[in-house]
C-alpha cells in the first residue's frame, strides 16, 4: 500500500523553465492538496480539490497551477519558474480530516 | 481565515523528561486540530489528533489537550527518547479540509 506518491524527489529548474510536480494516491481519497514548506514557515497551501474535477486556491497560488486529472491524482504545474518558487513541496490526501503526505519534492530554481 | 501559532519553534530536552509544545488558533469554529511529525527528509505524520467534543486525548506516550475557551492546544510526550527528535506541527480547520498549520517546533532529546 503505496498512499501517497510524489515524483520526481529532486529538481533543479532554470529561471523560466517549466515542470509538473506529479502526485498519487492509492487510498481513494476525494480531497488532494499541494502545500510548500520554506524554514521558519511551516506548509503554506497552494490549491486543493476537495472531489475529482474541482480545484480552488489556497494561501499562495500564484504562479502555480493545478490538474485533478482523476480521483487518484493531482499533479502542480510550474509554467515559469521562479527563484521564490525554491522549496519543498508536498501532496498530500485525505478523507474526514487526517491527511496522508507524500514524501515531498525538493525543487531549486536557479 | 484560519491562522495557527506555534510555539516553541526550538525545544531540546533530556530524555526522559516531558516535552509541551502549545498552538493557540483564531477561528472559533474550528472543530478539528492534528498534530504531525516530520522526521528529517520525510513528509509529515499523523501522530493524534482531537476533535472539539472531547477536551483530551492520550495514545500511550503521547496526550493532546484542547482548551476551547482560550483557543489553544497542546501536544505532551512524557519519556521523552531519542525517537522523538523530529519537527513537529500543529493545525486546525473547521470541517476536516484545509488545514492550517503552525509554523513548527524543531524538538531535541539530549541522550
Known amino acids: 500500500n503505496a498512499g501517497v506518491t510524489q515524483t520526481p524527489k529532486f529538481q533543479v529548474l532554470k529561471t523560466g523553465q517549466s515542470m509538473t510536480l506529479q502526485c498519487a494516491q492509492d487510498m481513494n481519497h476525494n480531497s488532494m492538496y499541494w502545500y510548500r514548506q520554506d524554514p521558519g514557515m511551516g506548509l503554506r497551501l497552494i490549491y486543493y480539490?476537495?472531489?475529482?474535477?474541482?480545484?480552488d486556491k489556497g494561501e499562495v497560488p500564484n504562479g502555480y497551477n493545478v490538474s485533478r486529472l482523476n480521483k487518484r491524482e493531482f499533479s502542480l504545474r510550474l509554467e515559469s519558474a521562479a527563484p521564490s518558487q525554491t522549496s519543498v513541496y508536498f501532496c498530500a490526501s485525505s478523507e474526514k480530516g487526517g491527511y496522508t503526505f507524500g514524501s515531498g519534492t525538493r525543487l531549486t530554481v536557479v | 481565515g484560519e491562522n495557527v501559532e506555534q510555539h516553541p519553534s526550538t525545544l531540546s530536552v533530556q530524555e526522559g523528561d516531558s516535552a509541551v509544545i502549545k498552538c493557540t488558533y483564531s477561528d472559533s469554529a474550528s472543530n478539528y486540530f492534528p498534530w504531525y511529525k516530520q522526521e528529517l527528509g520525510k513528509g509529515p505524520q499523523l501522530i493524534i489528533d482531537?476533535?472539539?467534543?472531547?477536551g483530551e486525548k492520550k495514545d500511550q506516550r503521547i496526550a493532546v489537550t484542547l482548551n476551547k475557551t482560550a483557543k489553544h492546544f497542546s501536544l505532551h510526550i512524557t519519556e521523552t527518547q531519542p525517537e522523538d527528535s523530529a519537527v513537529y506541527f500543529c493545525?486546525?480547520?473547521?470541517?476536516?479540509?484545509?488545514?492550517?498549520f503552525g509554523t513548527g517546533t524543531r524538538l531535541t532529546i539530549i541522550p
Open positions: 482531537i476533535r472539539s467534543n472531547v
Open positions: 493545525a486546525a480547520t473547521f470541517g476536516n479540509e484545509k488545514l492550517t
Open positions: 480539490s476537495a472531489s475529482e474535477g474541482t480545484t
